[in-house]
């Protein structure tokens, strides 16, 4: 995910970006931020590559970020706008320009993490990442790269879709709470399976795109069929 900041005061770029990274943190999102001191300046690097996000204030010197804001919007209707200001005066014309959110100066920590919370039901889903302590040191893996996970002899057994195993040694709760995403499936006791990287379900085995089969209880037979037709569902309507 790319993130822009644009204000014209150097150390409002600095604390929104601070503040940035421990809600990125938080929600385990992989990210880069991009600070600008000028609307122009975003939206010349803007036309050049987009931006999943921008934090755009209001009253920048002699550029108004309505400006800029409408200017973005004649060339990237997706990017999420977030307007960060000293007042909520131009709530309509944010309206127009399908801003997501005010945010209202001076803002704290609790401000961005129910923005965050917004947001992240928004995000792509490459977006979204564990990190988790293996034999050689830190290993951040992407969820769309783990195919399954298996807990046995006080160890989790991360099977990935390049075919490699990374080992760690935490419980299964602490992991199985840090995959919090739909795509994450309990199939079994200490076992999580990635929907998004099943074939089938054939009412006993989750099978894999790559041929692998990752069990399913009896017990959890019938959720696992209903939890695998909501990922299929939410797929097909780009959810």
Not at 20 to 36: C, E, H, K, M, Y
Not at 65 to 94: K, N, P, Y
Not at 160 to 178: H, M, P, W, Y
Request: one cysteine or more; aromatic letters at 12%; hydrophobic letters at 45%.
């Amino acid at each position: 995910m790319r993130i822009a900041i644009v204000d014209d005061i150097a150390s409002e770029r600095e604390y929104l970006k601070s503040v940035l990274d421990a809600q990125l943190a938080r929600l385990s999102l992989d990210a880069v931020t991009f600070d600008f001191a000028s609307g122009a300046d975003f939206l010349a690097a803007a036309g050049r590559e987009r931006f999943d996000l921008v934090f755009l204030d209001i009253y920048m010197g002699n550029e108004n970020g309505i400006d800029t804001a409408q200017a973005l919007r004649r060339f990237d209707a997706d990017c999420m706008l977030v307007f960060t200001t000293s007042s909520a005066d131009h709530a309509l014309e944010g309206f127009r320009v399908r801003a997501l959110h005010y945010l209202v100066k001076p803002f704290a920590e609790p401000d961005l993490a129910a923005l965050f919370d917004e947001i992240v039901k928004r995000l792509p889903a490459d977006d979204r990442y564990i990190e988790v302590n293996a034999a050689g040191g830190p290993i951040r893996l992407r969820f769309k790269e783990i195919l399954y996970a298996a807990h046995y002899q006080h160890q989790i057994h991360i099977y990935r879709t390049d075919g490699q195993e990374t080992v760690t040694r935490q419980t299964f709760r602490d992991f199985s709470a840090a995959l919090a995403d739909k795509r994450f499936f309990p199939s079994s006791r200490g076992v999580i399976v990635n929907l998004e990287h099943a074939e089938d379900f054939d009412g006993t085995d989750f099978i894999l795109k790559n041929g692998k089969r990752v069990p399913v209880s009896r017990d959890l037979a019938r959720a696992a069929r209903m939890a695998y037709g909501d990922f299929l569902f939410g797929r097909r309507d780009g959810k």
